[in-house]
C-alpha cells in the first residue's frame, strides 16, 4: 500500500484546507483511513478516521471532515475554521485490520504517507 498525502499550505485562522490522500494498493472503501498530525515538538495525534463511520478527535469535531471517493480512491480531509493550533504536519495512514476500540492510536495503522504541512497564522 502506497499513501500520498497532499493539500497542505499556509492559511489564514478561520480559512479552510482540504487535505487529500491518494492511495494504491488497496481499496479505500474497504479499509481504515486515518489522518493524523504531529505539531513540531509535539507527539503524534489523532485527527479523524473512517471505518464505515466517521471517528474524530473532540478538538476538531464540528470543524473537520472526513470523507472518500471510491473512484479515486483518495480519502480527503476538509478542515474548515483553521485555528493556530492546527499548524501541524499532516499524515494519512491505512489499515487493514482495526478494530474500532484502536482507531485513534497510530500504532494500530500499518501504512503512512509522506506527510504534508498545514501552517495557520492568526
Known amino acids: 500500500v502506497q499513501l500520498q498525502a497532499s493539500g497542505g499550505g499556509l492559511v489564514q485562522a478561520g480559512g479552510s484546507l482540504r487535505l487529500s490522500c491518494a492511495a494504491s494498493g488497496r481499496a479505500v472503501s474497504r479499509t481504515t483511513m486515518g489522518w493524523f498530525r504531529q505539531a513540531s515538538g509535539k507527539e503524534r495525534e489523532f485527527v479523524a478516521a473512517l471505518k464505515g463511520n466517521p471517528y474524530y478527535s473532540d478538538f476538531v469535531k464540528g470543524r473537520f471532515t472526513i470523507s472518500r471517493d471510491s473512484a479515486k480512491n483518495a480519502v480527503y480531509l476538509q478542515m474548515n475554521s483553521l485555528k493556530a493550533e492546527d499548524t501541524a504536519v499532516y499524515y494519512c495512514?491505512?489499515?487493514?485490520?482495526?478494530?474500532?476500540?484502536?482507531?485513534?492510536?497510530?500504532?494500530?495503522?500499518?501504512?503512512w504517507g509522506q506527510g504534508t504541512q498545514v501552517t495557520v497564522s492568526s
Open positions: 495512514a491505512e489499515g487493514s485490520r482495526i478494530i474500532t476500540s484502536r482507531i485513534r492510536e497510530g500504532a494500530a495503522y500499518d501504512y
